[in-house]
């Protein structure tokens, strides 16, 4: 499904994010990519995204090369994807419900499918009975379960979470992981950037990401650097 080939990222000033990294991720896979805060993850996933490209090597999501599509092929690889970010970006001026429908509504989906479609995906985060409420009246583990729900509601066949449960409390965090851990089961690829030890104590398979190096590659209990 991914593959990083001899990836490396520069940004101006000279600020190297990533360097030499390769790996690979099958269809279905649940990862998760841990390291400290700077140390790439971020980059990592933005590339799979193709919100950045790298400066070297190669990146292929599901046979397409992410480095050499353009800006009208770059909407049709993110429409596979479902996006969960530290930040929620939820829409302040709609309710809960008309946030997780945005996604459908602008890659024209009819309004009533839509709706059908974004209260399913509410209903399994835990929060139809949110559908009316303003985000701004959720709590920070509510929003991140909102989040979560308007990143599935498109049925993706990848989903790239950013730090999902940083800020969040235990109990929220512990949801939000939940339902990720659901939607892998169902099939989808995730991949999740994560620097929590509780989180990464059970994870299948771990990608170590130091100072923008591969530092190690974990699956089960093995781990090779």
């Given amino acids: 499904m991914i593959e990083f080939h001899q990836v490396s990222k520069q940004y101006p000033g000279g600020n190297q994010a990533l360097a030499n ?90 309004r009533a499918e839509a709706d059908q479609r974004a209260r399913a995906a509410l209903d399994r985060v835990g929060l139809l009975n949110k559908a009316d409420a303003a985000p701004q009246s959720l709590s920070g583990g509510e929003q991140q379960r909102v989040a979560v729900a308007r990143a599935i509601v498109n049925r993706p066949r990848i989903i790239l979470a950013d730090e999902p449960t940083a800020n969040l409390d235990k109990a929220s965090a512990a949801r939000v992981m939940s339902a990720l851990q659901a939607f892998q089961s169902a099939g989808i690829t995730c991949i999740i950037a994560t620097h929590d030890e509780s989180v990464l104590a059970t994870a299948p398979r771990i990608i170590s990401i130091v100072g923008g190096r591969l530092a190690g590659l974990m699956s089960g209990k093995e781990i090779t650097a």
């Fill in 21 to 110: 990294v390769s790996f690979t991720i099958g269809d279905g896979e649940l990862v998760y990519l841990s390291g400290p805060s700077g140390a790439g993850k971020s980059t990592l996933l933005k590339m799979i995204a193709g919100v950045e490209k790298p400066s070297s090597g190669r990146v292929t999501v599901n046979g397409q090369d992410v480095g050499q599509l353009n800006s009208s092929g770059l909407p049709y690889l993110r429409r596979k994807m479902g996006l969960i970010f530290q930040d929620q970006r939820l829409l302040l001026d709609r309710d809960v419900l008309a946030n997780v429908m945005l996604p459908l509504l602008v890659t024209g989906t009819a």
